[in-house]
T-cell receptor
Framework: NAGVTQTPKFRVLKTGQSMTLLCAQD?????MYWYRQDPGMGLRLIHY???????AKGEVPDGYNVSRLKKQNFLLGLESAAPSQTSVYFC????????????FGNGTRLTVT | RKEVEQDPGPFNVPEGATVAFNCTYS??????FFWYRQDCRKEPKLLMS???SGNEDGRFTAQLNRASQYISLLIRDSKLSDSATYLC?????????FGKGTRLHILP
């Protein structure tokens, strides 16, 4: 039982390049989330999904896109990376929205130069 | 008033001491509450849920005070390995809100 798995763990991009971060969970959770964490800012929600085929914007969605084609996977895309997107990205999943805790992946450290 | 507030610390506490910190929340309709632990450059990990009646897990005790709208975490007999950032999380009807965390340093 791996829980929540994120790939890659580290990535360096040049401004304007694109990439996709993959999140996979094996707990059959309906809800999945993408957060970014910057020093002094805490965790900020980028996008989330309440089930297969659904996505919704979070607090800081600009510059990112997501897809949830399969229940177990939640992809985060950066179409044209900017230095402001240098951050640590965490994926999380939960059984439901109100009463269940979040389970986090190990994170992806992204640097955009 | 911020939705969820925590004292950022750091709390510098000698090994073996008891330490407590609080987290206040603004939405009285909030429904569930959690404490997470985050080590430097790692993902947040669930420490414990917080129940209305209070709950204990080993050296850790969590309390919820709905009237005053805060949750608390008490750590007894603190260990060096307890050094971390502690995040409170408040779930409401339409959002999950993370506090920015309280840093705890246990001193040998």
């Amino acid at each position: 039982n791996a829980g929540v798995t994120q790939t890659p763990k580290f990535r360096v991009l040049k401004t304007g390049q694109s990439m996709t971060l993959l999140c996979a969970q094996d707990m059959n959770h309906e809800y999945m989330y993408w957060y970014r964490q910057d020093p002094g800012m805490g965790l900020r929600l980028i996008h989330y999904s309440v089930g297969e085929g659904t996505t919704a914007k979070g607090e800081v969605p600009d510059g990112y896109n997501v897809s949830r084609l399969k229940k177990q996977n939640f992809l985060l895309g950066l179409e044209s990376a900017a230095p402001s997107q240098t951050s640590v990205y965490f994926c999380a999943s939960s059984r439901d929205y109100r009463d269940s805790p979040l389970h986090f992946g190990n994170g992806t450290r992204l640097t955009v130069t | 008033r911020k939705e969820v507030e925590q004292d950022p610390g750091p709390f510098n506490v000698p090994e073996g001491a008891t330490v407590a910190f609080n987290c206040t929340y603004s939405n009285s309709a909030s429904q569930s509450f959690f404490w997470y632990r985050q080590d430097c450059r790692k993902e947040p990990k669930l420490l414990m849920s917080v129940y209305s009646s209070g709950n204990e897990d080993g050296r850790f005790t969590a309390q919820l005070n709905r009237a005053s709208q805060y949750i608390s975490l008490l750590i007894r007999d603190s260990k060096l390995s307890d050094s971390a950032t502690y995040l409170c999380v408040v779930n409401g009807d339409d959002k999950i809100i993370f506090g920015k965390g309280t840093r705890l340093h246990i001193l040998p």
